[in-house]
């Protein structure tokens, strides 16, 4: 747009004040009014797209036996261990009162662990534990005793030295909305916090997936009622900082609440749900908002100190700004648009909210701002700033020593980036929240004591209804497992092979000699019939075993394992499985769970994002060009773009060493940003030289003068912005955060630093013919 349009449309917002301000609050009321239709989504599951295959496999399992939705309550005495009278008598009121909760689908505990033992000709089977208070001495050593010896207990439900024991607590949610999860959660709290009320030396740990839903919604719900709120506050005084004018900071934050109010309100008309990871875009709207507001209104406050009226500096703000304004904004757009590539729609969600933010701030930047500006007073303007002069004297030392330091740069640059592939791949759910959030603390001190929540579940199949029952299915499913319990990641397994051994020696008498598997097929498919017969309601082997009988549930407990070690497993797994393809009776559907989904996440949404960033890297290189009018400038541009990202992952792997799935949305994130610098630095470099004939040095003089103060300043906003981000107490959005942060800082060094240096060696002509070439 030509500066006669601008200019044009500058006086129609300065003649037309009242009525723009008028129509941007009625606009903001309508759509503002979405905000209150806004709601929250805490399924763990909303990580996954719906053609995740790791997804597809736990869901067809959940399918054929029980869900995975759970909740472990683990149980530790500072003072006794598990078998005591007081202790076992906790674990069975536990058991008890757990089938009272709401959607409670199973409960399993050392007290109903269904005990089986031979009397006579019989089979028995029965709870372990049945009253606590009225047992002997020697009742406890018999159950101490069978506990510790029964592979299905020992290191799932009781620890090897007996000092923690575990109740898991099976779900079937009629959905997972946040009200209804927190009615599962709440009387689980208050009876684990009457529990150490009554017995100071135990403490309560829960730990599951179920927890881990709510407390995405409380991380989410802490950051909404405590950063949020600070990052206004930062804001508001460094716009009062930098502006020196009450009336400019509060014009600012105008925009800036229009432009989240805009964002939100539009998600709520949409019917678009917040999740964990969208519910940080306020933070990022506020910190792109007040960039644009920032180049407007020093431009307009610049102007007026220097002699001119108020409406024609809001005019010739409007001038100067409108272009760079606009094309910074359509590269953040398509930065965050972008993420639609990831293979996580959280992070989808969260790209095309800050985009609406993106395009609410461009449009009150452009209309409410120089309406207010026009009609609000300015105040006293103060004196000609001091760090413009340290700007001029930054310039000429730029330019002395622009030898040293364009191989200076190169050389940090390239040494950064070599870090890179230092760099690992290392998430697993439980540490995506912080030691503030209950469920991390609890989930570390299962991990430490028994078993944590990270699990590998697998369907294994015999190919045919009663097929289970076969001696060489059994047999093949036993050296599975055995092979399982020998991998270094591997806790404990759970599997029907334990069973099936017990009751073979139940049937002979009890004689340890008998504790293998049956030989005959008939004798394995009636002690199965004869226990499932036996067992009491909600204790059936439907977790471990299909309708059919045609496939048996593998449950791989693991230890403190990150991504590496999960996928390491399940791909050895596999190939456990295709080394025996066609020899073996037994097939596998597939190995998966929440932390295996997560494991294979971070793989997929960086291979996503590498598309992702290519198409923004793309259309933002091009978005340049056009908008610079100068294919050597947008060539040019390319270096401070990219090398920020280079740059800030190579320091990253030096500071922190390992990337999760936060940092598959960073680069083109931090692209969209770091480009705001670089195109208002080059546009008023290249008016420098077109508009008033400049040499180089010049133009580079030029651009710091003009833009110089409120790029540095925009940064630091933007960096105060992403870094409050970091005290997220949801670890994916923190890293995110501040991963971007540091991107954010290398591009402000880089364009104070090596942009000038390249213009002073690349762009050397100084005619207009040449610059517009």
């Not at 993106?358 to 209309?367: G, L």
């Amino acid at each position: 747009m030509s500066d006669k349009y601008i200019n044009s449309y500058g006086r129609f917002i300065v003649r037309w004040r009242w009525l723009v301000v008028l129509l941007c609050f009625a606009l903001i009321g309508v759509v503002g009014s979405g905000v209150g239709k806004l709601g929250f989504n805490t399924d763990y599951r909303i990580f996954f797209g719906p053609d995740n295959p790791q997804l597809a496999t736990q869901d067809n399992l959940e399918a054929t036996y029980t869900k995975v939705d759970m909740v472990m309550i683990g149980l530790k005495s500072s003072k006794d261990g598990v078998f005591t009278r007081r202790m076992l008598g906790i674990v069975h009121d536990i058991t008890e009162q757990a089938w009272m909760f709401p959607s409670v689908l199973r409960v399993d505990s050392l007290a109903n662990y269904q005990h089986t033992e031979a009397t006579e000709d019989d089979l028995v089977v029965d709870d372990l534990v049945r009253d606590a208070a009225g047992l002997s001495n020697e009742d406890i050593e018999k159950i101490r005793q069978i506990a510790l010896t029964e592979p299905s207990l020992v290191n799932r439900l009781v620890s090897e030295d007996e000092q923690t024991t575990q109740i898991m607590l099976t779900f079937q949610p009629a959905d997972t909305q946040p009200d209804t999860l927190k009615k599962i959660v709440t009387p689980i709290r208050e009876m684990a916090a009457r529990i150490e009320k009554d017995n100071p030396d135990v403490e309560v740990a829960l730990s599951g997936t179920v927890m881990m839903s709510v407390a995405m919604t409380e991380a989410a719900e802490a950051d909404s009622n405590t950063l949020v709120p600070v990052m206004f506050v930062v804001i508001a005084i460094t716009l009062l900082v930098f502006l020196r004018s009450v009336t400019g900071m509060i014009i600012s934050m105008v925009v800036v609440f229009f432009s989240v109010i805009f964002a939100l309100g539009m998600t709520g008309h949409y019917g678009f749900l917040l999740n964990i990871a969208s519910a940080s875009a306020p933070i990022i709207i506020v910190t792109i908002a007040v960039a644009d507001a920032i180049h407007l209104m020093a431009t307009f406050y610049g102007n007026m100190r220097r002699g001119m009226a108020k409406h024609d500096a809001v005019v010739e703000s409007l001038r100067v700004n409108f272009q760079p304004v606009f094309i910074t904004s359509v590269t953040t757009a398509i930065g965050f648009l972008s993420l639609n590539f990831n293979d996580s729609p959280p992070f989808n969600h969260l790209g095309n909210i800050a985009a609406l933010g993106v395009f609410a701030a461009w449009m009150f930047a452009n209309t409410l701002l120089p309406a207010l500006a026009a009609i609000l007073p300015t105040g006293p303007l103060g004196k000609e700033r001091r760090e413009q002069v340290i700007l001029e004297n930054y310039v000429e030392w730029v330019i002395e020593r622009r030898n040293v330091i364009l191989v200076s740069m190169i050389a940090v640059s390239i040494a950064a980036a070599a870090f890179i592939p230092r760099l690992v791949y290392n998430d697993n759910f439980v540490t995506f929240f912080s030691e503030n959030i209950e469920f991390r603390r609890d989930s570390d001190f299962m991990v430490k004591n028994l078993v944590g929540p990270y699990t590998m579940e697998l369907s294994v199949s015999s190919g045919q209804d009663g097929g289970i029952a076969e001696p060489d299915y059994l047999r093949q499913l036993e050296e599975f497992t055995d092979w399982l319990k020998a991998q270094p990641e591997v806790v404990h397994v759970f599997s029907i092979v334990d069973v099936m051994k017990r009751l073979n020696m139940n049937m002979h008498g009890d004689d340890p000699a008998w504790y293998k598997l049956p030989e005959e097929r008939n004798l394995a498919a009636q002690y199965l019939l004869l226990y499932e017969m036996s067992l009491p309601y909600g204790l059936d082997l439907n977790n471990q075993i299909d309708i059919g009988k045609s496939a048996t549930r593998v449950t791989t407990s693991l230890g403190n394992v990150n991504t590496t070690h999960m996928i390491a497993l399940k791909q050895r797994t596999d190939q456990w499985f295709a080394d025996r393809q066609g020899t073996d009776r037994i097939i596998t559907e597939g190995g998966s769970s929440p932390g295996i989904i997560f494991a294979y996440l971070t793989r997929r949404t960086f291979d996503s994002m590498f598309v992702g960033t290519g198409v923004a890297f793309f259309l933002i290189s091009f978005c340049l060009v056009v908008a610079l009018r100068s294919f050597r400038l947008g060539l040019i541009s390319i270096v401070p773009n990219v090398l920020p990202a280079v740059a800030g992952f190579g320091i990253w792997a030096i500071v922190v060493g390992e990337v999760g799935i936060f940092a598959s949305v960073v680069t083109a994130t931090a692209l969209g940003l770091i480009v705001d610098c670089t195109v208002h630095f080059l546009s008023k470099y290249r008016r420098g030289k077109v508009e008033k004939g400049l040499g180089t040095e010049d133009a580079v003089r030029y651009a710091f003068a003009m833009v110089g103060s409120p790029l540095w300043i925009s940064s630091l906003v933007l960096i105060c912005g992403f870094v409050t981000l970091g005290f997220s107490d949801y670890l994916i959005n923190a890293k995110m955060g501040l991963l971007t942060a540091l991107v954010i800082a290398v591009a402000l060094v880089t364009d104070f630093l090596l942009l000038p240096t390249i213009l002073l060696f690349v762009d050397k002509k100084g005619s207009k013919k040449d610059v517009s070439a």
